[in-house]
């Protein structure tokens, strides 16, 4: 079966400071995969998501970058944080083929930012 | 418009309660539908697909009408464990994904 990696869970940082979330996925192969934010009290914010190796499509202009150096890894980071990035950060996946497949969540990293 | 509106609720409902909650949608060539779960701090998790015909899975049934471009969701017997908030997800094309900001149900002793 599948299942999908995140961590850390929680992370406090200060402002200024670098930020690096790390997501992997087992058990299947060639997956979409999606970096989502969601702030309190709030909806999903899609931010990046990937359909293959060095392939990211920015969906949001802000501080963060994503990267997919395997096939299964996906990278959320960031050279300066800002105290707007506090949130919950969760990385899904998905089959790559078709329209009928459902995303699938890690359990997500809520980030402070001090 | 947003492209997938929910009434946030919160849906407060004793145990034993039948509740539905319906999420509407903006996109008529959108194609896939789902319902996901989420808890307090906690992240989304699958529900149940939403097809044509309707489906059911226990207590929970799940309906799509096309035509008015709304999905729905019907929760009978409510536990207090069914507290949670509940988001509705459509899917234009494998890149677009929409997803509602989620309703609130909390069931009461």
């Known amino acids: 079966s599948q299942t999908i990696h995140q961590w850390p869970a929680t992370l406090v940082q200060p402002v200024g400071s670098p930020l690096s979330l790390e997501c992997t996925v087992e058990?299947?192969?060639?997956?979409?995969l999606y970096w989502y934010r969601q702030a309190a009290g709030r909806g999903l914010q899609l931010l990046f998501y990937?359909?293959?190796?060095?392939?990211i499509s920015s969906e949001v202009p802000q501080n963060l970058s994503a990267s997919r150096p395997q096939d299964r890894q996906f990278i959320l980071s960031s050279k300066k944080l800002l105290l707007s990035d506090s949130g919950f950060y969760l990385c899904?996946?998905?089959?790559?083929?078709?329209?009928?497949?459902?995303?699938?969540f890690g359990n997500g990293t809520r980030l402070t930012v001090t | 418009r947003k492209e997938v509106e929910q009434d946030p609720g919160p849906f407060n409902v004793p145990e034993g309660a039948t509740v539905a909650f319906n999420c509407t949608y903006s996109?008529?060539?959108?194609?896939?539908f789902f319902w996901y779960r989420q808890d307090c701090r906690k992240e989304p998790k699958l529900l149940m697909s939403v097809y044509s015909s309707g489906n059911e899975d226990g207590r929970f049934t799940a309906q799509l009408n096309r035509a008015s471009q709304y999905i729905s969701l019907l929760i009978r017997d409510s536990k207090l464990s069914d507290s949670a908030t509940y988001l509705c997800?459509?899917?234009?094309?494998?890149?677009?994904?929409?997803f509602g900001s989620g309703t609130k149900l909390n069931v009461k002793p």
């Open positions: 997800v459509v899917i234009a094309t494998w890149t677009e994904f929409y």
């Open positions: 990937s359909v293959g190796i060095g392939q």
């Open positions: 899904a996946w998905s089959v790559r083929s078709g329209t009928n497949s459902p995303l699938h």
């Open positions: 058990g299947t192969s060639n997956p979409n």
């Open positions: 996109n008529s060539a959108s194609q896939s």
